[in-house]
């Protein structure tokens, strides 16, 4: 009976133990700070691109420990199954949730190579932010970019036990 059962009983997700890091990335996306002095706009728009500016910042994070790097791929995966879900609550059918993925995907990829490049010296920040942010009419890049180049440094200061657990500090 033991082989039927280690052949039948699934195995669990390993993205769970990723579950933590995930929340927190939302739960600092969503930060007011963000909308009302960084004047990122509060719209759907406007909380996507926070949403993958944290992201991406965590992922670029993860990357740098030899240790940590390869749980990006599941972290990345919870982001597919949240926008999925995302997607279809908002009424997307099922013939075009693929597509709108791909496209969710390929802006963040984008924009992983832009903050990339922006928090290594090779561009200016404001720049990657003009182009990745929804910002308020009239807002300057400056504020937010600042506050994203605090937050980058403040997950460079973060073990990555405490990284892949979401205990990030404010």
Not at 60 to 76: I, V, Y
Not at 134 to 156: I, K, N, Q, V, Y
Request: proline share 6%; glycine share 8%.
């Amino acid at each position: 009976m033991p082989i039927f059962r280690r052949l039948f009983t699934p195995k669990p997700d390993p993205r769970e133990a990723l579950r933590p890091l995930w929340h927190r990335v939302v739960e600092i996306s969503r930060e007011p700070d963000w909308y009302v002095e960084c004047g990122v706009a509060d719209t759907v728009p406007g909380r996507f691109d926070m949403i993958t500016a944290v992201l991406a910042l965590v992922l670029l994070r993860l990357e740098r420990d030899a240790d940590a790097a390869g749980e990006s791929a599941l972290l990345t995966e919870l982001f597919v199954e949240d926008m999925d879900g995302q997607l279809r609550e908002s009424g997307v059918g099922d013939i075009v949730v693929g597509k709108h993925i791909g496209k969710l995907m390929a802006s963040l990829g984008g924009r992983l190579g832009a903050y990339r490049a922006a928090l290594a010296g090779d561009a200016p920040l404001d720049e990657a932010v003009l182009r990745n942010v929804t910002l308020l009419d009239g807002r300057e890049p400056t504020p937010l970019a600042e506050r994203l180049r605090a937050l980058s440094a403040r997950l460079g200061d973060t073990s990555a036990a405490d990284l892949l657990a979401g205990r990030i500090e404010r």
